[in-house]
């Protein structure tokens, strides 16, 4: 099983920029996909990003203003996220999609208005 740990949440002001990293504790294969959701009070989990040794997927509401990326030397997935929203506040989780699913505990994002 793997380990997920993220970092780099808080409050911020709307039309402020976080990043966000998960770190794995081993190895990240580069065959693997790799992720970030999102959860709000009330709401489903839902999908933000996700990458892949091939490509890259976002959600259409922050399509333009997030960018996943990854450091598979580091076993490091990370989240920049650009022009925030109150909408954006939630608990964000890091998946790490590989034989079985492993998450993170979640971390909280608030953008405040």
């Known amino acids: 099983q793997v380990q997920l740990v993220e970092s780099g949440g808080g409050l911020v002001q709307a039309g402020g920029s976080l990043r966000l990293s998960c770190v794995a504790s081993r190895s990240i294969w580069s065959i693997s996909t790799m992720g970030w959701y999102r959860q709000a009070p009330g709401k489903q989990r839902e999908l933000v990003a996700s990458i892949s040794s091939g490509s890259t997927n976002y959600a259409d509401s922050v399509t333009g203003r997030c960018a996943i990326s990854r450091d598979n030397y580091k076993n490091t997935l990370f989240l920049q996220m650009n022009s925030l929203k109150p909408e954006d506040t939630a608990v964000y989780y890091c998946?790490?999609?590989?034989?079985?699913?492993?998450w993170g505990q979640g971390i909280q994002v608030t953008v405040s208005s």
């Open positions: 998946l790490y999609r590989f034989y079985r699913d492993s």
